[in-house]
Structure formats: C-alpha cells, structure tokens
C-alpha cells in the first residue's frame, strides 16, 4: 500500500470506517480496510472493526477464525480500534472511549450482516447524542443465509429500521440495490441514498508480476476457467460444473477448471457434481478458504473468471477479477451488468441458463490472453463520499461546490 498519513487541513473532515475485522475475514474486511485507506487521503480517519461477530460454532468458516490469510495493511496515519465483539463487554465501552478521544464527525457504517446490528445500534444512538452524522453503506440489504432463517429474518426487520431512523445517509453500489433498499425498508425522499462506484480489489500480485507464482494445474495450452469465492447456493456454482461437463469431447481439451472456494450452508451440490463429473481430470477443486498469496497464484494463472451467480447485490470477486484485468463470464443479475459496466472484458448471460454459459465459456477461445481496465477507482469512491458528505451537511471545506459535486458517484 501507499505510504501517506492522514491529511489535516481546511479540508479533511474526521472520518471512522465501521465494519469487518480480519478476524472473521471476507470480502467485506477487504473494503472496509481499502475504503479506509482511500478516504485518508483527503480526510482524518479511524478505522473500528467487529472483531467477535458471534459464537465462533455458529460461523460457516469456524476453522479459519484468527488465521493470518491476508497481507492488507491499513495505511499509515489511520488509526483503529479492533474491535467490538458481538457480547460488547469489555470491547464496547473501550471502542467508546476511543471514539470520545477521536471526535469523528461522521460514523460510516457497513452493513453486510445482521450479527453487527445492535453493535451498530449502540454505535448510532450514541453518534445521534454527540451530534454525529451516521452514513450507512449497503454490501447487502440482508444475508441470504439470514433470510432463510426464520428468527434472524425476523430479528433484522424489526432491529434495521431502528437504526437506518438514525442514519443521515445511504450508500449503495448499483441502482438496483437503490430500489431494492427503498422498497424494503421505505426510507422515502428525505434523507439521500448515493450510488457509489467501488474501487478495484487490485491489491493482490499483478498478473505479469515476475515475483508472482502462478498456480495451475492446467496445461499451457488449455484455457484456464477459475471460480473463486465462498461457495453458496446463490452462487450457482453446479451451473458452472454442468455447462463445463457439457462442453463436447472433441472440444474439451482447449479447457480446464479450476474451483477455489469454502463450502458454507451445508452446499455440498457443487462438489458432489465435481466428484462426478465426466471432465474430473480436468477440473482442479481447491475447497476451503485461501490465502491472499494462494489466491494471487490463481489468478496469476487464469485465463478467463466465471461468476455465475442466480442472485448478487455486490460481487467481492467480481471488482477482485477485474483489478485483475482478466477476462470474465458472469450472470446478468442483481447489480452485476451495472458493476461491470465500462469493463472490457466481460461477456454477461442468463442465469441458470446451462447452454448460455457454455457457449460464452466457448467464446473465450480468442481472446483468454487479453487484459483490461477497471473501470472505477478508489479515488472515485473517495471523491463520490465527499459529495455525500456534502448532501447531509458536512461541507469540504476549501472546495467548490462544483468540485465536490464532480468527484463521482450517483445521488437519487
């Protein structure tokens, strides 16, 4: 990461990041760090982490908790407090006194999961006491897992309005998440909800790196498929398997899959079809969760990605995939085409759609090798905050109005 500290002039506000710690460690650890460090570029800002998200039994990945997996540093200057477990005492009244010392103006709070709520509800009742602007950022508006389950459905519907009646402000990804978030919680036209672009998850080895060590299985001149992330039900990973098991024998050899990712939910489909496949020694099938430098390796080693969600609000490895400049097949769904957009590699189809996905896995064949651009960058979300920042009353200061209505972002 860049080397900088956290800027103090006429124009920095006092900023604290809330969200996921590496304890538990996900995509969303990821953003909240590489946020963080995006925003303290131009303002002051601390980071506060869920440290303890629940009992670690009742963790999908209860075998990782605490493993050191990733190399993400958050930069210097940014100071923070890991973290606040789900039980609150002692870590709640510490995480308190830090802020007390820190005054923050602004609290943003990332919301992926309904273990963090009555966290961020003590976070945002006292924030609204000490006259802090509370900003709420959607990764999603609830867990699929969660939503299956009765009581935690349940305990979400009741406990998110509490806290989203304290907010000054929304942040989301795509429009889609904009309506889908106005439609379930009715938040009306009173308080603002921006469209954020989200920055490259480019912090792996680049793909030329010489230092980088490429993992593959596959043959040189097989064109390298990777799936990679938690495997769950609405990541449609059995499609990816049929349609790989559907390509014909005569065309199978310019193809290998390789399959890296941890089982959650109890989701064993997709590996029981791997186990069966009629093309099982051509697929390699790493299942658990990997570390940075392992995940590094295959990417460095693959030449097309293959996402084919049934349902997405926001893709972790989607913004992983194009930092990465690979070419990538993905499933029209949710916010995905719009996340995407302006990317030159990727090739959108159907979901479930079996024959859909196999052609476009089939039209990979020219053009594994090419690589792309992100289209976003951290600074945009940087610059679209500042927007946002300004609709709910904390203007930059030193910057014309016009400047900070230019830095990105889609408000609604």
């Not at 963080?36 to 999908?60: E, K, Q, S």
């Not at 030449?303 to 992983?320: F, M, N, Q, T």
């Not at 995939?321 to 990317?343: H, W």
């Not at 759609?353 to 976003?376: K, Q, V």
Request: charged letters at 20%.
């Amino acid at each position: 990461m860049t080397d900088h500290a956290n800027p103090s002039g006429p124009s920095s506000l006092r900023v604290c990041v809330v969200g996921s710690g590496t304890r538990f460690l996900s995509g969303i650890s990821v953003y909240t760090i590489r946020l963080g460090n995006a925003l303290a570029l131009r303002h002051r800002v601390t980071i506060v982490t869920m440290r303890r998200l629940l009992p670690d039994r009742l963790y999908p990945g209860h075998r990782r908790i605490g493993q050191n997996l990733t190399d993400l540093s958050i930069a210097p200057g940014v100071e923070r407090f890991d973290g606040i477990d789900w039980y609150w005492l002692p870590s709640l009244p510490r995480a308190l006194a830090f802020l007390a010392r820190r005054r923050p103006q602004v609290l943003i709070l990332q919301w992926w999961s309904g273990t963090v709520l009555h966290s961020y509800l003590a976070l945002s009742l006292i924030a609204r006491l000490a006259r802090v602007r509370v900003i709420v950022e959607f990764h999603e508006v609830i867990d699929t897992g969660e939503a299956r389950l009765g009581p935690a459905r349940i305990y979400v519907r009741f406990l998110a309005p509490i806290v989203l009646h304290l907010a000054s402000g929304f942040a989301v990804h795509s429009v889609f998440d904009h309506d889908l978030l106005r439609q379930n919680y009715r938040l009306g036209n009173r308080r603002p909800i921006a469209v954020l672009p989200h920055g490259p998850h480019d912090h792996y080895a680049a793909g030329d790196d010489p230092t980088a060590s490429p993992s593959r299985e596959a043959p040189d001149d097989a064109i390298n498929l990777l799936f990679f992330g938690i495997i769950r039900p609405y990541k449609g990973l059995e499609v990816l398997v049929r349609a790989f098991d559907a390509i014909s024998p005569d065309r199978i050899e310019r193809y290998w899959l390789t399959v890296v990712g941890e089982t959650w939910e109890g989701w064993s489909l997709p590996g029981e079809l791997i186990a069966a496949s009629r093309y099982r020694e051509r697929i390699t099938f790493v299942n658990r969760y990997v570390s940075d430098s392992e995940l590094a390796g295959h990417l460095a080693a693959a030449d097309a990605v293959v996402l084919p969600y049934l349902r997405s609000s926001l893709s972790g490895p989607l913004h992983v995939a194009m930092g990465y400049g690979v070419p990538i097949v993905m499933t029209d769904v949710g916010g995905n085409g719009e996340a995407a957009e302006g990317y030159g590699g990727i090739s959108l189809v159907p979901p479930s759609d079996e024959d859909a996905l196999r052609r476009a896995i089939e039209a990979l064949a020219d053009g594994s090798r090419d690589r792309f651009a992100h289209p976003h960058s951290w600074e945009q979300t940087a610059g679209a905050y500042d927007a946002l920042f300004d609709r709910i009353g904390l203007p930059i200061e030193g910057l014309p109005a016009s400047d900070v209505a230019s830095r990105g972002g889609l408000a609604l």
